[in-house]
T-cell receptor
Framework: GAVVSQHPSWVICKSGTSVKIECRSLDFQATTMFWYRQFPKQSLMLMATSNEGSKATYEQGVEKDKFLINHASLTLSTLTVTSAHPEDSSFYIC????????????FGPGTRLLVL | AQKVTQAQTEISVVEKEDVTLDCVYETRDTTYYLFWYKQPPSGELVFLIRRNSFDEQNEISGRYSWNFQKSTSSFNFTITASQVVDSAVYFCALSEGPYNQGGKLIFGQGTELSVKP
């Protein structure tokens, strides 16, 4: 079946640094990818919709200047957490639906970010 | 506005018991998809089922079964003869519209299921 990968799987960084997370669709092309954030013991919340060749669409309350999204190709979207702070520590998950018609969402394995 | 409610935050059962996880959704769309995902401690989401709004037929897959009722806006999930390996957080999710533009998922709060031996 379709596979979505994320890199890195976990990252620890110092406060103030920037962290880049990659989301790749391995065997299909994805014009759209979604980025979710999950705090401990909480649900997944959509942060933004990444669109290949155009700007990302951010959900209300998500700072677009802090969470930079670049959909560089049909198989790669990156999320950069700029000037990360401890409150940004979370589990970040991407997903990609293959094709135009929703059949299912393929989720990446997630990236655990810990900001010290 | 669209919303998914999983009223049960935590459920604890003993192995071999049956357990039902409730999911109630709200949407104004006539076309939508409902999903169930399992999230083990590793964090990776495991897809369990997708159901579109035009298909109310209940589904059974091994020990898992789903009851979709549009009249009550519910999409409940039952595990029969639960096993320790079923212990995880289960999420119900809603996606509006048939196309990618509406394909983002709204998740419920999740139900943490603990199956004790």
């Amino acid at each position: 079946g379709a596979v979505v990968s994320q890199h890195p799987s976990w990252v620890i960084c110092k406060s103030g640094t920037s962290v880049k997370i990659e989301c790749r669709s391995l065997d299909f092309q994805a014009t759209t990818m979604f980025w979710y954030r999950q705090f401990p013991k909480q649900s997944l919340m959509l942060m933004a919709t990444s669109n290949e060749g155009s700007k990302a669409t951010y959900e209300q309350g998500v700072e677009k200047d802090k969470f930079l999204i670049n959909h560089a190709s049909l198989t790669l979207s990156t999320l950069t957490v700029t000037s990360a702070h401890p409150e940004d520590s979370s589990f970040y998950i991407c997903s990609a639906p293959p094709g135009l018609v929703i059949e299912t969402q393929y989720f990446g394995p997630g990236t655990r970010l810990l900001v010290l | 506005a669209q919303k998914v409610t999983q009223a049960q935050t935590e459920i604890s059962v003993v192995e071999k018991e049956d357990v039902t996880l409730d999911c109630v959704y709200e949407t104004r769309d006539t076309t939508y998809y409902l999903f169930w995902y399992k999230q083990p401690p590793s964090g990776e989401l495991v897809f369990l089922i997708r159901r579109n709004s035009f298909d109310e037929q209940n589904e059974i897959s091994g020990r898992y079964s789903w009851n979709f009722q549009k009249s009550t806006s519910s999409f409940n999930f039952t595990i029969t003869a639960s096993q320790v390996v079923d212990s995880a957080v289960y999420f119900c999710a809603l996606s509006e519209g048939p196309y990618n533009q509406g394909g983002k998922l709204i998740f419920g709060q999740g139900t943490e299921l603990s199956v004790k031996p």
